[in-house]
Each structure stands twice: as structure tokens, then as C-alpha cells.
């Protein structure tokens, strides 16, 4: 099992930069895949990027790419979701997801992910 701490939201002008970070619990994160999520109000949770459990495969939604890079520290059982470029659009609520799985497969629907973080708050003002 692991548990996952997000953290690095908070308040950033249209066209900016932050950095959020999501620490995992346990000695096993490196077998497992992560992804990036955020749900803004009223509407449905929804896939932001995904990285596979060795850092070598990214996969982005249509609307963050080349705007958001998502990394990872085995080391450090850190996952990164580097965001520039900041629209208004992207505020929400940003959750980090881990799912055990080993491979390049990309997984980008809420149901395939079983550990969910707590969400950190990301406000664009325009």
C-alpha cells in the first residue's frame, strides 16, 4: 500500500510557473505507475499526465503538452508535475494517483489508479 502527500499549489498570475510535488509512503515506488489528475468545480476528475514506473514514458493530456512536465525521483519516491505557461483554465484542485504496474502502458482513467492523494489547490488569476 502506499500513501501519497501532494504538495507546491497555490496562487500564480496567467502565464506562470509552479511545481507541485506528491511524496509516496512505503519502499515499493518505484514498481508503481503515477499520474496527475485535477478536478475543477463542478466538473468530473480528469487525467492530466502519467509517468510508468521507471521515468521513461510520459503521456500527456492534449491540453498540457508542452505547457507540463510530469517527472519522477525513485530515490526520493517523489513524483513532479512541472507546470509553465499557466492558463486560467488550468486551476483546480490537482490530485497525484499511483497504480502498481510495471511496463509502458499509459493509464489515464480514474478508475485504473487505487491510491489517491488529499489535492492541492491550483488558482490562476487572469
Known amino acids: 500500500q502506499v500513501q501519497l502527500v501532494e504538495s507546491g499549489g497555490g496562487l500564480v498570475q496567467a502565464g506562470g510557473s509552479l511545481r507541485l510535488s506528491c511524496a509516496a509512503s512505503?519502499?515499493?515506488?518505484?514498481?508503481?505507475?503515477m499520474g496527475w489528475f485535477r478536478q475543477a468545480p463542478g466538473k468530473e476528475r480528469e487525467f492530466v499526465a502519467t509517468i510508468n514506473w521507471s521515468g521513461g514514458s510520459t503521456y500527456y493530456t492534449d491540453s498540457v503538452k508542452g505547457r507540463f512536465t510530469i517527472s519522477r525521483d525513485n530515490a526520493k519516491n517523489t513524483v513532479y508535475l512541472q507546470m509553465n505557461s499557466l492558463k486560467p483554465e488550468d486551476a483546480a484542485v490537482y490530485y497525484c494517483?499511483?497504480?502498481?504496474?510495471?511496463?509502458?502502458?499509459?493509464?489515464?482513467?480514474?478508475?485504473?489508479?487505487?491510491?489517491w492523494g488529499q489535492g492541492t489547490q491550483v488558482t490562476v488569476s487572469s
Open positions: 494517483a499511483a497504480v502498481q504496474a510495471y511496463g509502458s502502458l499509459y493509464y489515464t482513467q480514474v478508475y485504473e489508479y487505487h491510491y
Open positions: 512505503g519502499r515499493t515506488f518505484s514498481s508503481y505507475t
